[in-house]
Structure formats: C-alpha cells, structure tokens
C-alpha cells in the first residue's frame, strides 16, 4: 500500500469513528441552572447509565452533551439526593387497603359502617379484620374492647390492629378459637391483657396479638402476588414526595411478602428501591427462621429490591406502660410486669444476633425502653467483637441512659425517630427522670457523634413527608435538630449509612446512582416552618424519573 493511500485510510477512520466516541461518551441526561446541594454555585450533574457521571461547570460539560442527551433545565430550583424513608410500611398499607376495615368508635355509628358493611360480605369461617389508629387510648367506657366488639360485632369473629404494632382487640368468637379463656397461658413474647377476675379485656400484645392476626389472614386466604395494582397506586404518594429508597417491614414475609417483591422486581415496575426486613417472632423456632431468612438473602446493592436486614420488636411501649425499664411503672399496667414487658428477652437477643451475622443479616430494632435499649447494646457489643459489620438501627427510643448514648456511637448503631415531639409521653416522666434516664435528644446524639435518621412510620403512605418532618424536627427546641443540613442529611446520607447502601446513594457524589429530586425552593433560604409547604417537582431514581410535577415544570 503506497503512503498516499494508507494516509486516506487512516483520514477515513478517524473520521468515522470520531462520532462514534463522541457518542459513546455523551451524557444521557443534563441538569443545569439550578443549585446543587453541597456543591458550588453554577455546577451541572451529569447522568450516564443511572449513575452521576459529572459534577462540574456548563462549559466542561459542553463535549459530554450529544444529539440524545435529555437536558433537564432547573430554572433555578434545588437539587438534593432522594429522600430515604428508613421505617416504612408500604406491603402493610396494600394488604390492609384490600382486607381490612377502618374502625373508629369515637365517631359512634358512622365509624362502625365500613366495618359492618364488610360483615355482610364475609364468607363462612372468614374473620372481620379492621384497624385503627390509636387503639391504646380509645375511651369505650363501660366496656373493655372485647365487650364492645361483642356489642356491635357478635356473630363474626373479629381482630383490629393498631397498624404496624404489637397490638391488637379481639371479640369473644376470635378468643374461642384461639382457645383464650381465663385459664390459658400465654406464648412466649406476648401477652393477654386480663381484668381482676382473670377475664380477657379483649386486648393482646407482641407475639398474641401476632398468633391471632395470622390465624385471620389465613381464613381469608390472601394471595399477595395478585396486589400489584394497590402498589402501584400506593407508590405514588413516596414518588410525590421525593422518597427514592424505602425501608420496610417484612410482616407478612413468611406468608408470600417476599414474592410480592420479587414478582414487582422481575415485572420491572417496581419503581422505589426497597429494603425488605422480615420481622423475626419470638414465639417461632429460631431454626426455621433461619433458614427461611437464608433462603431469601438479597445483598446486591445496586438492585431495587435488598433483603439484607431483619426487624426485632424487643418490648413494648411507653404509652401503655409496657416498655421495659430499669425502674418500676408507679402505678404498674400490668399486674406482674411493673417493669414492662420483653417480647425477645436479653438471651434471646444474643442468640439471634449471633445466629443472624453468620448469614450476613443486620437488623432494625424496636426498643423504647431503657432496658430494652441496654440489652440491645450488649448484646450486640459481642457481635462486634467477632469483628461482625452489619449495620444496625435502633428506633423508639424515649427515654435513654447516658451509658447507652455513648455506647450507640462507640457500636456504630444507627438510630431513627419518627414522632415530632416523642419525650411528651403518658407516663409518670419525672419518676423515670428520676431514675437516671433523660429524654432522648437528636442534638445530644449528634453531638456525641452517632447516627441519626429521620422517618415517618405512619399508617398510610399519603402520611409519609419527608419535607415536613424535617420542618417539625428542627422546630422542637427540646429534641431537634440545629441545622437545615444536619435535618436533611438524616433522611438521606444518615438512612443510607443504616440501610448500607451509602456507597451508592444517599449524597450527590460522582459514581453514585443518580437518585434525585428537585425541588421548587432552595431548603436553606428558606424560614424553618416554611420548608413543611415545598413541592417537589421531579423524583429521579437510578436516572429514571419516577415522577414529575406537570403543573410546575
């Protein structure tokens, strides 16, 4: 080949393929003109593959843009990273929606009428299952929940859930057959609540009220699989306000929870990153658990569906006197449980614990007393020990000892609170101030370098606002947060650090999934009340935008 000719073969490749590597390198989706959290004025982000690929100025961005390259203009919005909501409910809320009735009794006849209205649909052995919030401070004088659902449903049986807890009413039929009367013993982590003759109140704690709600489930035979519809319409509320990631409770994993994911995960509508948590039970064998916890390991971070972590309700609440303290409840709730009640006792925990991280599981724990606290902590101080680095979130803590605070950061426990205004609890404070304890303080914990996430654990994903409990954390002078940045990063780089995924989200870094949302106003110009009423415009989540205000641009 003479030199001419091998000179116009090399001009001809060069270019042709030059479009080629330009193509190759060009962005899939630009967002400019607006302010980047964390970043200085004037930069772009850059998207290529569901991943942040430039973080920088327009003009060194102008050789990634190519003919297909999406250009998202902010107009002078705020980009922050996908909130991330560490304690949710979402499979709850969808089989709820579809089965269970809302029962709310201050409201006389017309709270009965949805319930009543099921009744004459049930099929023959079906149980009536409803919920209602506030289940604890109901007032039904004269009766005791178990006389008034035989008051106003006697010919069913019937289980109401305080949703998302250990609690739950039943009637005279349910109590039958479950084989309760005032001779029965209770399961080991639960409870029936029973009046000074020994006679059921109608009101069943922990691993009671968890035997029961399964035995209703099962008469009505619930396949999950077939609830993609109320997914898909119960999504939409998390999108809307900006959650890109969610952490929820997996109560129903050992009756199909877990292939309601799978089969959302491999229909490729599953539009949320999820992190399942199975709820251990006190009462099932720890060996079957096991196993069936081994089976659905899922440790690929960069899936939409994680299954990783397991949720542990170690004892009860404060508002009913059930927490477990180091002190004594004066006067007591419960006759022989003055101290509260251990639904996993200390044992238990450390058995589990040690069980769970040779499979590679952390967990989320429950534990609102100050001793439920502690026997957490203890117990997993000796999986740190075996070098174990699960992650590890402790959520409802109230009151906690001074001990516990310097142990949560020594132990790289994350931690979550979801009640704007938590330390007001109906229980003699002062008696367990006196104790040592003290209210739990976000600023305290902070300051004593442990992390702090914020959720919203409410019943019905409408109710899930990130925006909003950020305002609210940073209003309350006695538990809140001090700064605009300290709030948001605890719905999202403190909730990634629980849920390990910070490697991939939670901040807007280079390399990251490109989890995003814009929002109309920039949070740190804004006066603190102000920040509850900001839109959110676009959710983006692994460079898909999953949502977008077509009212606002």
Known sequence: MNKRLMMWVLLVMLTTSAPLAASAQALDILISGGSVYKHPAGTVVGIKQGKIAYLGSMDN???????????????????????IELHGHLLDNVVFSRFACLLEPEKGELGREVCREVVD?????????????????????????????????????????????SLVWANTKAFELMMINNYSIDPVGGKVLRDHNNEPTGVMLGAMAELTMEQAWRSHRVRLCGLSEEYVMSVVPLESNGVTT??????????????????????GVLKIRVSVRPRLSPYKAINEQLEGLRLIFRNELTSRLIINQVSVQVDGNYGLKTARVSGRYQPPYL????????????????????RLSEIGYGAFFHAEGDEAIKAVLYSLENVRNMNNDSRYTLSNMKFIH?????????????????????????VIRDNLIEQGLRPVSLRRLHAAGVSVSLSSESYGNE??????????????NQLGIA?????????????????????????????????????????????????????VLMTMLQGEITYRDENRG
């Open 463 to 476: 109710q899930v606002m990130p925006l909003r409990r950020i305002s609210e954390a940073m209003l309350d």
């Open 402 to 426: 001074p001990d516990s605070e310097r142990m949560l950061a020594r132990l790289d426990v994350a931690t979550t609170f979801y009640e704007a205004e938590h330390h007001e609890i109906p």
């Open 61 to 83: 961005a102008q050789s990634l843009i190519g003919e297909d390259t999406q250009h998202i203009r902010a107009h002078g919005r705020a980009l922050y990273p996908g909130f």
């Open 483 to 535: 700064s605009v940045n300290k709030a948001i990063d605890s719905y999202t780089i403190e909730p990634a650090k629980a849920l390990g995924i910070d490697a991939i989200t939670g901040s807007i870094v280079l390399g990251k999934s490109a989890d995003l949302i814009l929002l109309e106003q920039d949070l740190s110009k804004l006066a603190v009340e102000d920040i509850a009423s900001v839109k």
């Open 246 to 267: 969610l952490g929820d409770a997996g109560n129903f994993w050992l009756y199909g929870g877990i292939n309601f994911w799978k089969h959302l995960d491999d229909e």
């Open 121 to 165: 649909k049930l099929e023959e052995g079906q149980w009536l299952i409803g919920h209602g919030a506030g289940l604890l401070f109901k007032d039904l004088s004269p009766y005791s929940p178990r006389q008034w659902l035989d008051r106003y449903f006697p010919d069913v049986p019937v289980v109401i859930a305080e949703p998302h807890s």
């Open 335 to 354: 006759n022989g449980e003055a101290s509260g009640l251990f639904y996993f006792s200390p044992t238990e925990l450390n058995a589990w614990l040690l």
